[in-house]
Structures are given as structure tokens and as C-alpha cells.
């Protein structure tokens, strides 16, 4: 098992449902209605309500977070595009640098500029 830092919104919120329904057998967070495991049918509906009521109707028509898998590779792609250290990153994930890299590297978008003058801000000094 390895830590993995979670922003203090998601603490409070995971306390707050922790306080009003404990957990099910196995400390899992989320059960049905007899105490079970959920289904994946439960998981689809709620995820689908869940993407029409966060995302704009664009945006929900499109394979964007099709999947709750994909929350992943989001925020992976964002600590990278937000210059966070791979090798951060990656143990982060759970993944190697290389695997992270491999993967992810063409998720970084927008930062020519920023870039650019990094470099040319070590080339001065």
C-alpha cells in the first residue's frame, strides 16, 4: 500500500460521509441498500448523472470522463502540466518514470511560452 496525498476538500467530504454512514463490511465506502457490494450497473447510473450534472452538455456528450477511471489520467496529465516533478508524479500514481512518460507526456498542452523561457532564463544565468 503506498500514501497517497488528497487535497483537505476530499479529506472533509470522506469524513463527513464516513460520520453519516460508517463504512461496509471490509471498510469500503460505499455499499447498496443490504450492506453488498455495488454493482457495476449502480456505478454506471451514477457516474452518468454524475458527468450531466458536472459537465456542460458538450462536454457530456463527448467521451470526456467516460469512465471514473479516467479522473486518473486527468489528474495526472494536470500535475504534469502544472510542473510538478515526474518522478513526484509518478510515485504518486504508482508508476514509473518511465511508464509515466510514456503515457503521459503528450498530455502536456499549452506551455511553448512557459517553456521557452525557462530555458532561456538558464541559458542567461
Given at each position: 500500500?503506498?500514501?497517497?496525498?488528497?487535497?483537505?476538500?476530499?479529506?472533509?467530504?470522506?469524513?463527513?460521509?464516513?460520520?453519516?454512514?460508517?463504512?461496509?463490511?471490509?471498510?469500503?465506502?460505499f455499499?447498496?441498500?443490504?450492506?453488498?457490494?455495488?454493482?457495476?450497473?449502480?456505478?454506471?447510473?451514477?457516474?452518468?448523472?454524475?458527468?450531466?450534472?458536472a459537465?456542460?452538455?458538450q462536454?457530456?456528450?463527448s467521451?470526456?470522463?467516460?469512465?471514473?477511471?479516467?479522473?486518473?489520467?486527468?489528474?495526472?496529465?494536470?500535475?504534469?502540466?502544472?510542473g510538478?516533478?515526474?518522478?513526484?508524479?509518478?510515485?504518486?500514481?504508482?508508476?514509473?518514470?518511465?511508464?509515466?512518460?510514456?503515457?503521459?507526456?503528450?498530455?502536456?498542452?499549452?506551455?511553448?511560452?512557459?517553456?521557452?523561457?525557462?530555458?532561456?532564463?538558464?541559458?542567461?544565468?
Amino acid at each position: 500500500m503506498r500514501p497517497v496525498p488528497i487535497p483537505p476538500e476530499l479529506v472533509t467530504i470522506l469524513r463527513t460521509h464516513l460520520e453519516e454512514f460508517g463504512t461496509a463490511p471490509g471498510g469500503r465506502l460505499f455499499r447498496n441498500e443490504r450492506g453488498g457490494v455495488l454493482g457495476a450497473s449502480t456505478y454506471a447510473r451514477a457516474w452518468e448523472e454524475s458527468r450531466r450534472l458536472a459537465l456542460t452538455p458538450q462536454q457530456a456528450a463527448s467521451p470526456l470522463a467516460g469512465r471514473p477511471y479516467d479522473l486518473r489520467h486527468a489528474s495526472l496529465s494536470t500535475w504534469l502540466n502544472a510542473g510538478v516533478d515526474p518522478a513526484t508524479v509518478a510515485e504518486r500514481a504508482g508508476n514509473s518514470v518511465e511508464v509515466l512518460l510514456k503515457r503521459y507526456a503528450k498530455c502536456l498542452d499549452g506551455q511553448a511560452e512557459q517553456i521557452n523561457q525557462r530555458i532561456e532564463a538558464v541559458l542567461k544565468a
